[in-house]
């Protein structure tokens, strides 16, 4: 899968604008909703829960 362009700064920012969405979501459709609000998605890896663009799907970084 392609990777974004790993941009601390950046990846820091789309944290801060996602944040109150994945801790206000009660479950996993209502976080798929709030984060297509601001052009994201998720996936589930072998690595883990990942942040992806919409509608590429590109990693953006873990989702914790």
């Known amino acids: 899968m392609q990777h974004f362009n ?3 700064f950046l990846t820091v920012e789309i944290l ?3 944040h109150d969405d994945v801790t ?3 479950d996993d459709a209502d976080l798929r909703q709030r984060l297509a609000r ?3 998605g998720f996936r589930d890896t072998a690595r883990g ?16």
């Open 24 to 26: 206000c979501a009660c």
């Open 49 to 64: 829960r990942v942040l992806v663009t919409l509608p590429h799907q590109i990693e953006v970084c873990p989702l914790v």
């Open 16 to 18: 801060d604008l996602i």
């Open 6 to 8: 790993k941009n601390a």
């Open 38 to 40: 601001n052009g994201y």
